[in-house]
């Protein structure tokens, strides 16, 4: 906490300096008329110069002068030391039929998943403005809008532990997270997934002065299975390695607002049951358009959509929303 004491005890000297001379300009300005003399208080160049380094440390030391992007704050977690975090996404079903609890399989997926709610809540240590380290405990509850407690039960499983960096490098805002995760929930674990390494990267830069922004996603991960034979069905859907890349474009019409679209051009899987470790299967392309609203800076609501753009229809489309929340 010594940081932000620096940071306001600069904005107090600043506040203060600024009130000490209006009050000086107030009293010469009423002496004019009285004809008293009287003195305003000045700070010398030494004070000016110190007070200025105090100014320029604590904005040093605050990471939304370098990011804009409201997602990448959030995610970034909260600006204190110790905090604790929320996220949250739901996988809701096609867009046509709202009341399904099932959700069609896009984007080369194999392995049928019921709509989900699902998240990772934890706590957040803060090692300066760009690194901070997440532990957390994943919550999972599937079909969460057609099920009571006792039909599906939320539970806590696939816990986490994140490396966020997040900063602003040669005018392009970056932000990436190093996660493991051990693999816990049903989907996973009922085709002997044991945990994943991934790394998720995103780069955002503004457009000149305009409120667009262009920017990627680079995603990796590498999921790793028991050793015990399996069918031919569950080799099939045993997605050991992903490689993709999403280029993304933004418009802010407010700065707590932003439309976006996103669109694959690199979806790369590998499955357990590929010939090699080096060939591919190039999965289908899909697309998102979503709205992301911070009404606070550690708060962030994105609805969006899902879908394949070779194959645009009401049942190929997912409705989804990220909540993420940080105190």
Same mark, same amino acid.
């Given at each position: 906490m010594t940081k932000y004491k620096d940071y306001f005890l600069g904005i107090l000297v600043c506040c203060s300096a600024i009130a000490l001379l209006a009050g000086g300009y107030a009293l010469a300005d009423d002496s004019s008329d009285t004809g008293a003399s009287t003195?305003?208080?000045?700070?010398?160049?030494?004070?000016?110069?110190?007070?200025?380094?105090?100014?320029?440390?604590?904005?040093?030391?605050?990471?939304?002068?370098?990011?804009?992007?409201?997602?990448?704050?959030?995610?970034?977690?909260?600006?204190?030391?110790?905090s604790s975090s929320y996220f949250f996404h739901y996988m809701g079903p096609a867009i046509n039929d709202l009341a399904s609890g099932t959700r069609p399989?896009?984007?080369?997926?194999?392995?049928?998943?019921?709509?989900?709610?699902?998240?990772?809540?934890?706590?957040?240590y803060r090692?300066? =403005? *760009? %690194?901070?380290? #997440?532990?957390?405990?994943?919550?999972y509850k599937s079909d969460p809008l057609h099920t009571n407690e006792a039909q599906q039960p939320v539970t806590f499983n696939n816990p986490m532990i994140d490396w966020n960096y997040t900063t602003k490098i040669f005018g392009l805002q970056f932000g990436s997270d190093l996660e493991y995760i051990q693999s816990t929930v049903p989907y996973q674990t009922d085709i002997n997934q044991i945990g994943q390494v991934a790394n998720y990267l995103t780069i955002v830069k503004q457009l000149g002065h305009s409120r667009f922004d262009v920017g990627a996603w680079l995603n990796t991960w590498y999921d790793y299975f028991g050793t015990q034979p399996v069918s031919e069905k569950i080799a099939a859907e045993q997605n050991d390695?992903?490689?993709?890349?999403?280029?993304?474009?933004?418009?802010?019409?407010?700065?707590?607002?932003?439309?976006?679209?996103?669109?694959?051009?690199?979806?790369?899987?590998?499955? =357990? *049951? %590929?010939?090699? #470790?080096?060939?591919?299967?190039?999965?289908?392309?899909?697309?998102?358009?979503?709205?992301?609203?911070?009404?606070?800076?550690?708060?962030?609501?994105?609805?969006?959509?899902?879908?394949?753009?070779t194959q645009v229809a009401f049942n190929r489309m997912i409705f989804n929303l990220t909540t993420d929340i940080n105190f």
């Open positions: 003195s305003s208080y000045h700070l010398s160049s030494s004070e000016k110069e110190k007070l200025k380094e105090k100014v320029d440390k604590a904005l040093a030391q605050d990471l939304d002068k370098d990011v804009t992007d409201i997602q990448m704050r959030a995610l970034s977690g909260a600006k204190s030391q110790w399989l896009i984007g080369g997926q194999r392995n049928p998943q019921p709509t989900d709610l699902d998240g990772n809540v934890g706590l957040r090692f300066d =403005k *760009s %690194n901070s380290l #997440f532990m957390a405990i994943g919550v390695i992903a490689l993709q890349a999403f280029p993304t474009l933004d418009y802010r019409p407010d700065d707590k607002v932003k439309l976006w679209t996103s669109v694959a051009v690199i979806n790369q899987m590998h499955y =357990k *049951s %590929n010939a090699g #470790f080096f060939q591919f299967t190039p999965a289908t392309d899909y697309q998102y358009f979503g709205v992301g609203f911070a009404p606070t800076r550690n708060l962030y609501f994105d609805p969006y959509v899902a879908f394949e753009p």
